[in-house]
């Protein structure tokens, strides 16, 4: 398959393979029914896997019974979550990433110091909920230049980022800050191992004719990824499974490029490869016959 070129960092990210292992652990070991608070990683098909395992997905700790087996989603929670699942009396198996537990402790320590905290990323992502929830909710969130010019009443000011965002972005955008509000400090929070995926993704699309991006579409980082594939190759096609590829669009001397966002397991990125290169076989078939 030798126009068929698989980013080497598609699939599963460290946090996420740790996660998936924790709550594999917690299903072979405990005997209650396992929840987990919220889904543990952002990819559907393998949330249904675990839920006909008999994994419950609690969106609210009230959910729970006394004594239940919580697994905190690789995302990670606030501290309230956590003060909720004690007065439960909760097994907790913390899934979260530790790259977002930095985030976390970061923003809880300087926000007892004082600082305003800021976060480059998305308001809506768990993630982000999560960190502001080691604030007080005081945090105040920004995804683009244009809003630092609406931050007001900060005084000293500590930024950290959302793990997954690019970093051209959070780099811009924490330039805009310092030029406003010299007394900040800043923790560059992006995961390396998504800097590394994304740069993979990048030089993908600009070699070859089609490029598929594989991941839920919750998946923030797979948005990312497909982001950034656009800026150097017009024909990108984000899907979150074979199913959803459409094998007509590929043409018999194609250049196919493939990469997964981090929640994206193994056996999918599999499946679509090998429906890419049926069909382009398929298609290298008819035209022949013709």
Same mark, same amino acid.
């Given at each position: 398959?030798?126009?068929?070129?698989?980013?080497?960092?598609?699939?599963?990210?460290?946090?996420?393979d740790?996660?998936i292992k924790?709550?594999?652990?917690?299903?072979?070991?405990?005997?209650?029914?396992?929840?987990?608070?919220?889904?543990?990683?952002?990819?559907?098909?393998?949330?249904?896997?675990?839920?006909?395992?008999?994994?419950?997905?609690?969106?609210?700790?009230?959910?729970?019974?006394?004594?239940?087996?919580?697994?905190?989603? =690789?995302?990670?929670?606030?501290?309230?979550?956590?003060?909720?699942?004690?007065?439960?009396?909760?097994?907790?198996?913390?899934a979260?990433?530790?790259?977002?537990?930095?985030?976390?402790?970061?923003?809880?320590?300087?926000?007892?110091?004082?600082?305003?905290?800021?976060?480059?990323?998305?308001?809506?992502?768990?993630?982000?909920?999560?960190?502001?929830?080691?604030?007080?909710?005081?945090?105040?969130?920004?995804?683009?230049?244009?809003?630092?010019?609406?931050?007001?009443?900060?005084?000293?000011i500590?930024?950290?980022?959302?793990?997954?965002?690019?970093?051209?972005?959070?780099?811009?955008?924490?330039n805009?800050?310092?030029?406003?509000?010299?007394?900040?400090?800043?923790?560059?929070?992006?995961? =390396?191992?998504?800097?590394?995926?994304?740069?993979?993704?990048?030089?993908?699309?600009?070699?070859?004719?089609?490029?598929?991006?594989?991941?839920?579409?919750?998946?923030?980082?797979?948005?990312?990824?497909?982001?950034?594939?656009?800026?150097?190759?017009?024909?990108?096609?984000?899907?979150? =499974?074979?199913?959803?590829?459409?094998?007509?669009?590929?043409?018999?001397?194609?250049?196919?490029?493939i990469?997964?966002?981090?929640s994206?397991?193994?056996?999918?990125?599999?499946?679509?490869?090998?429906?890419?290169?049926? =069909?382009?076989?398929?298609?290298?078939?008819?035209?022949?016959?013709?």
């Open positions: 398959m030798d126009d068929i070129i698989l980013a080497k960092t598609a699939g599963f990210c460290f946090g996420v740790r996660a924790k709550l594999d652990q917690a299903i072979e070991e405990h005997a209650k029914p396992v929840f987990t608070i919220g889904p543990i990683i952002h990819n559907k098909n393998v949330m249904e896997y675990y839920e006909n395992q008999g994994v419950h997905i609690a969106d609210e700790i009230g959910a729970l019974n006394q004594g239940s087996i919580a697994v905190i989603r =690789s995302h990670g929670v606030g501290k309230q979550c956590y003060d909720e699942l004690a007065k439960k009396d909760a097994v907790v198996i913390d979260t990433c530790p790259y977002v537990k930095k985030v976390q402790e970061i923003a809880h320590r300087y926000h007892s110091e004082g600082y305003q905290i800021l976060i480059i990323g998305d308001s809506k992502h768990p993630e982000v909920i999560g960190v502001n929830g080691w604030c007080e909710h005081q945090a105040k969130i920004i995804n683009s230049k244009k809003d630092v010019l609406n931050l007001q009443n900060c005084g000293r500590c930024v950290v980022a959302q793990t997954t965002i690019i970093e051209a972005i959070f780099q811009e955008i924490v805009a800050v310092q030029e406003r509000f010299p007394e900040t400090i800043v923790f560059n929070t992006i995961c =390396s191992a998504t800097e590394e995926r994304q740069n993979e993704a990048a030089k993908i699309a600009k070699d070859v004719d089609k490029m598929i991006v594989i991941g839920d579409k919750k998946s923030s980082n797979t948005k990312r990824l497909a982001e950034i594939c656009r800026l150097y190759n017009t024909n990108v096609y984000q899907i979150e =499974s074979a199913a959803e590829l459409d094998e007509t669009i590929f043409l018999e001397n194609d250049r196919v490029g990469t997964a966002g981090a994206t397991p193994a056996w999918i990125i599999k499946e679509v490869a090998e429906k890419v290169w049926m =069909s382009k076989q398929e298609f290298r078939s008819s035209t022949k016959k013709h």
